[in-house]
């Protein structure tokens, strides 16, 4: 094997977690991570690229609700592995069942099972990813070949990975090389995109890249809150600070004590909290709101926003000392419009994840399909696609593509650029009858444009009645709109 694999090991049984570091340690292929509790387990399968999970059934779980059991439905392609007591065996063997485990053992295990069976997990996994890849292109093949190339390239690999972040285009490879270079360092990150780009996605790729991946991440978000209330989430504050400070508080900040801190909507800050937080940065300073003690804490700061901070610091709005304190490395994510290649690796890899959830098997989408997704602007960036697909995913049939009349009407009204060539029509539409209806909609509404919507000359030469015209005015709901 080359690539690296990333192992959850979910247990608190130390002799366990033993045998599990020294089998996993035999290859310089895996990643192994320690997770005492479901909890901590579902926070790092949503930031990291898992490819094993073994699962350590706690006394006590709820056979049908626990971690491993929602992974076989949330994050289908990680292979897992259920192991339990002796004494609670029958508990251990119905959330195996439940969970389709790769493989049920009774503890104790040694060293060298849990390496040949990791081995063979992810072995597996492997094996019938292929195998669902080929049938996809069999079937495609076999479906009078409605992809295009570029679409089927997807397939076929050279998609990339950094943890949850998924992408081809060049423009993310250079971001992601940036990020790992920031992730190697312990200074802090400045993310800027518009919504939905993925800025939490990179920031939580950098952290479980970083020294201090064994530390859960804390997020702030520093909008629509007072700023008090942040001051007193982060730098804590003392009982009787304000009305309704009825206990001492921490805050986030001395909690995350050699960890790190995502900053959310950095740019909503007040001008008195930049002060703080510039503090924070250069002295690690920490005083708690109504309190004369400072504390010291040891936290790697990454900070997103969407609005541009630099023309804020020209406009004297956000402080320019703490701007350049925080921009160890600054990562901008590109808008989804500007890298349209990503949106067929994307609507794939959304298709998985939701057609897994929703328990259909969903073929693929057609070409036209793709081709008004790439022409379509996205506002809301990777966010607003997810929710797309997945609201497809659920409309598709069994076995089914999505296709044109799944799409919403805001992005099937979308024209798509002609190819070039002179006169050239794009035929749209699945059926031979759509492809018909788009090609005469289109021929009609230019010839009603050259004629300037005069009706019988255009009908003249189309050889239609004025009637008839007007009667495919009205079901392509034509408009002069000259
Ligand atoms: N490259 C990507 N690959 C896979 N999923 C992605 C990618 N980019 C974004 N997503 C998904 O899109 C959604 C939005 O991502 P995220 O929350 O990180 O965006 P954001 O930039 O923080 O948004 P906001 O500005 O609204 O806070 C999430 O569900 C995330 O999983
Ligand atoms: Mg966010």
Request: hydrophobic share 40%; proline share 3%.
């Amino acid at each position: 094997m080359t690539t690296e694999h990333t192992v959850i090991v979910v247990s608190a049984d130390e002799a366990l977690i033993a045998q599990c570091q020294q089998g996993l340690a035999k290859s310089e292929d895996y990643r192994v991570v320690v997770c005492a509790d479901d909890k901590e387990a579902a926070r790092r399968l949503d930031s990291m690229q898992v490819h094993l999970l073994i699962y350590d059934v706690p006394a006590g779980t709820d056979a049908a609700n626990n971690l491993v059991t929602s992974a076989r439905l949330s994050h289908p392609q990680v292979a897992r592995i259920v192991l339990g007591a002796q004494d609670a065996h029958a508990l251990a063997a119905q959330v195996a069942r439940n969970a389709a485990a790769f493989l049920f053992v009774l503890k104790p295990v040694f060293c060298e099972q849990v390496e040949l069976t990791a081995k063979r997990a992810l072995e597996l996994n492997e094996l019938s990813r292929r195998h669902r890849v080929l049938s996809r292109e069999l079937k495609i093949s076999v479906d009078d070949n409605i992809f295009d190339e570029a679409e089927q390239s997807s397939l076929k690999g050279g998609v990339s990975q950094f943890e949850r972040l998924v992408y081809v285009s060049p423009a993310m490879a250079e971001l992601v090389a940036e990020a790992k270079q920031a992730a190697a360092t312990d200074l802090p990150v400045l993310i800027f995109g518009e919504t939905g780009t993925g800025k939490e996605l990179l920031a939580r790729a950098i952290h479980y890249n970083s020294g201090r991946m064994d530390t859960p991440l804390y997020v702030q978000n520093c909008g629509g809150m007072s700023q008090d209330m942040l001051h007193s989430e982060l730098f804590g504050h003392v009982r009787g600070a304000f009305t309704g400070a009825v206990a001492d508080r921490l805050g986030l900040f001395r909690a995350a004590d050699g960890g790190t801190v995502f900053l959310d909507e950095l740019t909503e800050i007040s001008p008195s909290f930049q002060v703080s937080l510039l503090r924070f940065l250069q002295e690690g300073e920490v005083k708690p709101l109504g309190s004369d003690k400072m504390y010291h804490a040891n936290v790697r700061v990454l900070a997103a926003y969407n609005r541009p901070l630099a023309e804020l610091v020209e406009k004297g709005e956000f402080r320019r000392d703490l701007y350049y304190r925080l921009k160890g490395f600054e990562l901008h994510i590109p808008a989804l419009r500007e890298r349209p290649e990503d949106i067929p690796v994307l609507t794939d890899f959304f298709i998985e994840k939701y057609a897994g959830v929703v328990g259909r098997r969903v073929v693929g989408v057609t070409k036209d399909v793709i081709a008004k997704l790439r022409a379509y602007q996205f506002p809301g960036n990777v966010r607003e696609l997810e929710a797309e697909i997945r609201r497809m995913v659920a409309l598709a049939e069994q076995g089914g593509y999505i296709s044109r009349r799944h799409l919403p009407r805001n992005i099937a009204d979308v024209s798509v650029e002609p190819p070039a060539g002179d006169g050239a029509y794009a035929i749209e539409g699945d059926t031979l009858k759509e492809m018909v209806e788009s090609l005469e909609k289109r021929v009609v509404m230019e010839t009603l444009t050259r004629h300037r919507w005069n009706q019988s000359k255009a009908a003249d030469e189309l050889g239609l009645s004025r009637v008839g015209l007007a009667n495919k005015i009205k079901r392509y709901n034509l408009q002069d709109v000259a």
